[in-house]
């Protein structure tokens, strides 16, 4: 069976759509109504170890999650996963780049040395394209999606959902998932 990975630069919506793809509707569903900026099932770091170790050893569907660091640092058992797919949430343009500076402002994450504009400006243009997980995880480009930020924090989410459900061949539910949606942008507005 498939392992879906998502790629997602920090505050970009990474783990709503893992929650999108993982989550039965009311569970999830609970989560966005009692969450009041972040939409995290788990504490902690994205992805585990063990995460990785079970898609390579249980048969079945697996959605592994993270950014780039959290992903390499497990390149080995990424490497070995032979049907994977990849979905990036990419900062591509300056309107993307800003909605991601806007997003980490208003969580009030603190910014490094190096200012927000310069990090995503520079490293996280690279570390979210397609091409970086051709060369690092041996995949080919059929088998990556990329989803732009800027049609990612979007009331119209429809043709995202259009495109994960022919990427992916699921079949999610549109209305549950524009509802989910919609609670989830409405409280990472910026």
Known sequence: MTTIIIAFP???????????????????LALYN???????TQPGTNLKEQSCIDALSIPGLHILHGHFAEI???????????????????????????ILRARQKSLGQNQTSLSAE?????????????????RYFN????????????????????PVI???????????DVNRVRQLHNIWLTKARL
Do not use: C
């Open 118 to 134: 310069d990090y995503f400006d520079q490293e996280q243009v690279f570390l979210y394209e397609p091409f970086m997980y051709t």
């Open 34 to 40: 009692k969450s009041t900026t972040t939409f995290h």
């Open 162 to 172: 259009k495109r994960l459900n022919q990427f992916l061949e699921i079949d999610l």
């Open 139 to 158: 995949t080919p480009m059929s088998q990556i999606m990329n989803i732009s930020i800027s049609e990612w924090f979007t009331d119209n989410i429809d």
């Open 72 to 98: 390499m640092s497990y390149q080995k058992y990424v490497d070995q996963i032979q049907d994977k797919k990849f979905v990036i949430l990419s900062p591509d343009t300056p309107n993307d780049r800003a």
């Open 10 to 28: 920090p505050s970009a919506g990474g783990n709503h759509l893992k929650n999108i793809l993982t989550l039965d509707y009311n569970t999830a």
